[in-house]
């Protein structure tokens, strides 16, 4: 149902959201659901407002309004690039409700540990990483399109928790990034593993993909961010899409903030 946005939208918004569990890894509360309308169901993950710990660096709006505005985001690129994503009212009060996308258990993997001399062909390193007495071996992810794309997302959103568990391959080949809540922030917080294509230059695609959102962040998009984002936040993405515009290429890992997210995985 990911691939077919205007449904799962409706689904989640207008459903009947039955809670089954909580995600218990989850920093923030967490719940497993069932959508149900119409004979239609699917299965979901609602975080409500309730749940959420106050977070000094994002003291304004929500977690769940962050989350949602990153999908809106997503979407406007044109990748599907985030589960379709609503906020609505649920059993435990108002809160962020996203599709369920199930692991393709036979996809490739995303991450390795290789070889610390360097990366074997198809692979972009990330950082070197200790495996135990004394040694260590070089953190890489794949040369693939579909990282690249979530890389760029992911420097317009300002994701400050792009951990490789953030990542899903589904069965219908598509990467999917998930747990946007910590994001917008108005100052630099680029905490990612996908850092293999930092400094090349941007593909065409992304190129194009940012002309035509600095266009609607400053029309439609802007519009249905500004109630889940402060002012400074929306002008702060307005920027950072100008600023990969003007420098033609992927963002280096900041000095003053660290780079990799706390697990990695």
């Known amino acids: 149902m990911a691939a077919d946005a205007p449904a799962a939208l409706h689904l989640l918004r207008e459903g009947e959201l039955t809670v089954h569990g909580r995600l218990a890894d989850a920093s923030n509360a967490a719940l497993y659901c069932s959508v149900a309308l119409d004979g239609r169901t699917a299965q979901a993950v609602y975080k409500p407002v309730a749940g959420e710990r106050p977070l000094w660096d994002f003291p304004d709006g929500t977690l769940a309004g962050r989350e949602v505005a990153a999908y809106e985001l997503a979407a406007a690129t044109g990748w599907a690039l985030v589960p379709p ?21 036979g996809a490739a993997p995303l991450l390795a540990l290789q070889d610390p001399q360097g990366p074997e062909e198809g692979w972009l390193p990330i950082t070197h990483a200790e495996v135990g007495g004394g040694r260590t071996a070089l953190l890489v992810h794949p040369d693939d399109r579909r990282l690249r794309r979530l890389a760029v997302l992911d420097a317009v959103l300002n994701n400050a928790d792009r951990k490789g568990g953030h990542l899903i391959c589904a069965a219908d080949g598509r990467i999917y990034g998930i747990d946007h809540g910590v994001t917008f922030n108005t100052e630099g917080k680029l905490r990612t593993l996908l850092w293999g294509w930092a400094g090349q230059p941007l593909p065409a695609e ?23 984002l402060t002012a400074a936040e929306l002008a702060a993405a307005r920027e950072r899409v100008a600023e990969l515009r003007g420098t033609g290429r992927h963002p280096l890992p900041s000095e003053d903030w ?3 997210p706390w697990p990695p995985i």
Request: proline letters at 13%; a negative charge.
């Open 206 to 228: 992304a190129l194009e993909m940012l002309t035509g959102l600095a266009g609607r962040l400053a029309a439609d998009l802007g519009e249905r961010l500004a109630p889940h």
């Open 85 to 105: 994503t609503v906020l609505r009212d649920g059993p435990h009060g108002p809160g962020m409700v996203q599709l369920w996308v199930e692991p393709d258990p």
């Open 258 to 260: 660290p780079a990799i």
